[in-house]
Nanobody, 122 residues
């Protein structure tokens, strides 16, 4: 499966953004789509994931309440909505696919999008 992330950009603090991740190259129904981010000089961090079949979601504690993950099965596209953006949200955001239920470790994901940069100005 191939993934392509998009939607990043420069946003002022307090603003909102929707990131998209288009999946292609196979049946995605068995996968979960995860979102990660990597800030400059920091390790890649798990953000959230969604099971494609049931739409079950899970969020890292650090983003609960501000981030929402969803998917449109008909379009084979996942979304990450980020509200009330903060400068510390500045990072490259990645989407990834895993066959491991509940995966939160990057090592459990075997397909990755190219990343999309989100920059939040104060």
């Amino acid at each position: 499966v191939q993934l392509q992330a998009s939607g990043g950009g420069l946003v002022q603090a307090g603003g909102s953004l929707r990131l998209s991740c288009a999946a292609s190259g196979g049946t995605f129904s068995r996968y979960i789509m995860g979102w990660f981010r990597q800030a400059p000089g920091k390790e890649r961090e798990f953000v959230a994931h969604i099971t494609w079949n049931y739409g079950t979601t899970y969020y890292a504690d650090s983003v609960k309440g501000r981030f929402t993950v969803s998917r449109d099965s008909a379009k084979n596209t996942g979304y990450l909505y980020i509200n009330n953006l903060k400068p510390e949200d500045t990072a490259v955001y990645y989407c990834a696919a895993s066959l491991f239920g509940g995966a939160r470790d990057a090592r459990d994901y075997d397909s990755w999008g190219q990343g999309t940069l989100v920059t939040v100005s104060s």
